[in-house]
C-alpha cells in the first residue's frame, strides 16, 4: 500500500462516502487533506474513523441549517448531540464545561456497520504514521519548513489560477497539493502571505 498522503486523502473520501451511504444529505467531504496533520481542534486531534463520524454530524447540521456549536465552533450544543445520536455516537451526560458534548464515541452498532471501512481507515493511517515517522531532516517539507512555519494550526489563505481561495494550514499544503474544483489547478501560498507568516 502506498504511503502518500494523496493515499490516505483518498481512504478518508472513501470512508465519508461509507457514512453517505447511510446518511444520504451528508455533504461532500471538500478537501480530505484538510484533516490530515490538524494538531488540534475541539472535534478531537487524532485523526480516526470515530473523528470522521463527528466531522460528518457538522456536515449534517450544515446541510440542515443547525447551528450546532458556539464559542467559534469549541462548545458543542444539544443540537449537535442529536445528529450525533442519529449517527452512532454516544456522550457523557453532562456537557465538558469548555467544550459541551463534543466528546463521542461509536457505539456497539454503529461500530458492527462501519468495521469493514474503519479497519481499512486504520491500515492507511497505520502506513501513514510510519511513512510520515521515518521522515528525515533531509527530507524535502515544502513551503511550511522552507519559511519557518511550525503549521501548528494557523491557517493561511492559498489560491488557485481561477482566483478561488481557501484558507489552510501550510504543514497540510507541504503534504499534498489541494486541487481547485474550478479550474483543476492546485492552490498555492502567495508570497507576500508567506512571507508575512514567516516575519
Same mark, same amino acid.
Request: charged share 25%; glycine share 6%; net charge negative.
Given at each position: 500500500m502506498s504511503t502518500t498522503p494523496p493515499v490516505l486523502a483518498a481512504e478518508l473520501a472513501q470512508a465519508w462516502a461509507d457514512i453517505q451511504r447511510y446518511h444520504p444529505e451528508l455533504p461532500d467531504l471538500a478537501a480530505p487533506?484538510?484533516?490530515?496533520?490538524?494538531?488540534?481542534? @475541539?472535534?478531537?486531534?487524532?485523526?480516526?474513523?470515530?473523528?470522521?463520524?463527528?466531522? @460528518?454530524?457538522h456536515g449534517i447540521a450544515a446541510a440542515r441549517g443547525v447551528r450546532d456549536t458556539s464559542r467559534a465552533g469549541r462548545y458543542h450544543n444539544r443540537r449537535f448531540l442529536a445528529i450525533a445520536e442519529e449517527m452512532g455516537l454516544d456522550h457523557a451526560e453532562e456537557p465538558h464545561a469548555s467544550s459541551g458534548f463534543s466528546l463521542v464515541t461509536l457505539n456497539a452498532e454503529a461500530r458492527r456497520r462501519y468495521r469493514p471501512t474503519i479497519e481499512r481507515l486504520q491500515r492507511a493511517l497505520r502506513a501513514h504514521t510510519v511513512a510520515t515517522a521515518a521522515d528525515t531532516k533531509r527530507s524535502f517539507r515544502g513551503p511550511a519548513a522552507r519559511h519557518g512555519s511550525s503549521g501548528g494550526g494557523v491557517r493561511v489563505k492559498a489560491v488557485c489560477d481561477c482566483g478561488r481561495n481557501v484558507r489552510v494550514v501550510p504543514s497540510v499544503l507541504a503534504q499534498a497539493p489541494i486541487v481547485c474544483g474550478g479550474c483543476m489547478k492546485p492552490f498555492?501560498?502567495?508570497?507576500?502571505?508567506?512571507a508575512a507568516a514567516a516575519s
Open positions: 487533506e484538510s484533516l490530515i496533520g490538524e494538531s488540534s481542534s @475541539a472535534c478531537g486531534a487524532e485523526l480516526s474513523f470515530e473523528r470522521l463520524l463527528h466531522e @460528518a454530524v498555492r501560498i502567495p508570497e507576500v502571505a508567506v
